[in-house]
């Protein structure tokens, strides 16, 4: 069944052009080949017209560990995903819980309300949905939870008016971080 939904959905976000550009991963006919040399092609026009390119890469620890259900869960609308099918994946992730074992001794259940199962055929385009709108802040590119920001400075502003590379980036690197803790958690 989850073989079935997600082949669907992401049929639907990829001919409806809802997954940003600017994401790599888990999409058909696309790798992190592709992103290293549209990145590497863009940083070498820069540095060839006598300018400058700076990047921050970034990766998120135990990405699919953090996504926060309710965020998640609160977006799906807005892709346009049937009421039926939004209903689905709240039930997907509802009543989920983990217990922890140390030394032959358990804790209680305690219920989960972040991450996406491992192993699902479905998680990775969850994941997708819920970091989607990060790739509308700066200039970032993705290959699922490693992204990548840039400024480029060739003498003539094309980032960010005329915003050295070295302020482009960390306000891209700024952009990051925010969208991280407001909708991932951690420092």
Same mark, same amino acid.
């Given at each position: 069944?989850?073989?079935?939904?997600?082949?669907? &959905?992401?049929?639907?976000?990829?001919?409806?052009?809802?997954?940003?550009?600017?994401?790599?991963?888990?999409?058909?006919?696309?790798?992190?080949?592709?992103?290293?040399? /549209?990145?590497?092609?863009?940083?070498?026009?820069?540095?060839?017209?006598?300018?400058?390119?700076?990047?921050?890469? &970034?990766?998120?620890?135990?990405?699919?560990?953090?996504?926060?259900?309710?965020?998640?869960?609160?977006?799906?609308?807005?892709?346009?995903?049937?009421?039926?099918?939004?209903?689905? =994946?709240?039930?997907?992730?509802?009543?989920?819980? =983990?217990?922890?074992?140390?030394?032959?001794?358990?804790?209680?259940?305690?219920?989960?309300?972040?991450?996406?199962?491992?192993?699902?055929?479905?998680?990775?385009?969850?994941?997708?949905?819920? =970091?989607?709108?990060?790739? &509308?802040?700066?200039?970032?590119?993705? /290959?699922?939870?490693?992204?990548?920001?840039?400024?480029?400075?060739?003498?003539?502003?094309?980032?960010?008016?005329?915003?050295?590379?070295?302020?482009?980036?960390?306000?891209?690197?700024?952009?990051?971080?925010?969208?991280?803790?407001?909708?991932?958690?951690?420092?």
């Amino acid at each position: 069944m989850e073989s079935i939904i997600n082949c669907q &959905l992401m049929r639907y976000l990829e001919d409806h052009q809802l997954i940003s550009d600017r994401q790599y991963g888990f999409r058909r006919r696309r790798s992190a080949g592709d992103l290293l040399v /549209y990145l590497t092609h863009r940083w070498a026009e820069a540095v060839e017209s006598k300018g400058e390119a700076l990047a921050v890469s &970034l990766d998120i620890a135990k990405a699919f560990d953090r996504v926060w259900h309710k965020a998640l869960l609160s977006k799906l609308p807005s892709y346009g995903l049937p009421e039926k099918l939004c209903n689905w =994946i709240t039930s997907f992730l509802a009543g989920r819980s =983990i217990k922890v074992v140390v030394d032959g001794a358990c804790s209680d259940y305690k219920p989960i309300n972040a991450g996406v199962p491992q192993g699902c055929v479905l998680s990775p385009t969850l994941f997708l949905l819920h =970091i989607n709108d990060m790739l &509308l802040t700066g200039n970032i590119h993705c /290959y699922a939870d490693d992204s990548t920001g840039d400024a480029l400075y060739t003498g003539r502003p094309i980032f960010l008016g005329k915003t050295s590379p070295s302020t482009g980036t960390n306000l891209c690197l700024k952009s990051s971080l925010c969208w991280t803790k407001s909708r991932i958690g951690g420092d």
